[in-house]
């Protein structure tokens, strides 16, 4: 987890200078019908975490049709598998963690052959999930790195929960 | 909010008590398919929250296809229309909350006539998503109780979020 957590600082950190100029690596648009995809998992991350200033907020996980059943096996995961990474401000009431407005949007896009220096998957990250603000320039070294360590899961940190 | 955490807490208190006998109320079952479902929010009851004991954990709430149109309109909900709570554990590791086991599930299906006493709704509530295992005997105490404050929402208490 802490792996996948540094990677999406290295991402996410780029929120936190805002002016950066995007110039993003590849085409990949944000993907339509997403909030009806699959939901494979939530994460909070917290106020105690040394990584929320970057990361905090609600992390839903979902997955597209073409890639649920190479995640009920743990991978590999055929082309056009997709992950997104819907990320919500949420607030916290009596204990209680309530999701709110989107913060961000993540993809993990699989073509195997188009990204094949990245493992077989295309990065990007938009600000509020606006198609506008697109955050990634260098997938590799901004997403691909911290996900090197998950081969064995074809590079998604994320398991299938029943 | 609070009340909503009121209503569960009646019906998930029973958990505590562990060896209570069981006689649900009336038919209803587990829902077949329902992680497929609409993923329409996520709430985590900490240990901070006063309800922890009975309440804690993540809970995922889905919305089958009949019901989704109506939550995006805030109501009301055409006979059919079903939401699930698939409340699991959690973890917390360096301020990061992270998604465990099955706890529970609970429902809430419609059928104005058959439910005519509580709103319209059935609830049922089973122990780790257990057929065998349903903890509702009372529905208008357990339940409903909690959910009549909600009447202009059609007694649902989550909302639409995009």
């Not at 917290?46 to 009920?72: C, Q």
Request: include cysteine; hydrophobic fraction near 35%; charged fraction near 20%.
């Amino acid at each position: 987890m802490s792996q996948r957590l540094r990677l999406l600082s290295a991402t996410l950190g780029l929120l936190a200078v805002g002016a950066f100029s995007a110039e993003p690596a590849d085409d990949i648009k944000p993907p339509s019908g997403y909030r009806q995809w699959f939901h494979v998992n939530t994460m909070i991350v917290d106020k105690g975490s040394p990584l929320f200033a970057e990361l905090g907020g609600m992390h839903n996980v979902y997955v597209n049709s073409t890639g649920l059943a190479a995640l009920k096996k743990g991978g590999p995961y055929p082309d056009k598998s997709t992950f997104v990474t819907d990320l919500h401000e949420f607030t916290v009431s009596d204990g209680s963690y309530v999701e709110g407005a989107r913060k961000a949007l993540a993809i993990m896009v699989k073509d195997a052959k188009k990204y094949a220096s990245t493992g077989g998957w295309g990065f990007q990250l938009w600000e509020g999930g606006d198609a506008n603000k697109p955050l990634v320039t260098d997938a590799a070294k901004q997403c691909f790195a911290c996900h090197q360590p998950k081969k064995d899961q074809d590079y998604v940190y994320s398991t299938y929960i029943p």
